[in-house]
């Protein structure tokens, strides 16, 4: 049973910064290409940021030079290290990843940035 537990999240000021941590498993986390979603209150959930099996990273344009998305196979964990916070980055975080032919979701963390 693949399972995902998000931490991490919280209340920031503008400006600050944040480390989420997805904790994984039921699943062989090294071999499959993680994801960080993203859904603000009324909006669609959206993909952040994804990283493969090999370390290639890739992220949306607005987080980019912000957002820091990695990985420890070891610890069957994935990171979003989030600086330069600001108040559009108010979300709940989600780590995914499609397994079995189906995206599976974490229960997400809160972040709100907020002075």
């Known amino acids: 049973q693949v399972q995902f537990v998000e931490s991490g999240g919280g209340l920031v000021q503008p400006g600050g910064s944040l480390r989420l941590s997805c904790a994984t498993s039921g699943f062989a986390f090294s071999i499959y290409t993680m994801s960080w979603y993203r859904q603000a209150p009324g909006k669609e959930r959206d993909v952040v940021a994804h990283i493969t099996s090999s370390g290639d990273t890739s992220y949306t344009d607005s987080v980019k030079g912000r957002f820091t998305i990695s990985r420890d196979n070891a610890k069957n964990t994935m990171y979003l290290q989030m600086n330069s916070l600001k108040p559009e980055d108010t979300a709940v975080y989600f780590c995914?990843?499609?397994?079995?032919?189906?995206?599976?979701w974490g229960q997400g963390t809160q972040v709100t940035v907020s002075s």
């Open positions: 995914s990843t499609v397994y079995m032919g189906r995206r599976s």
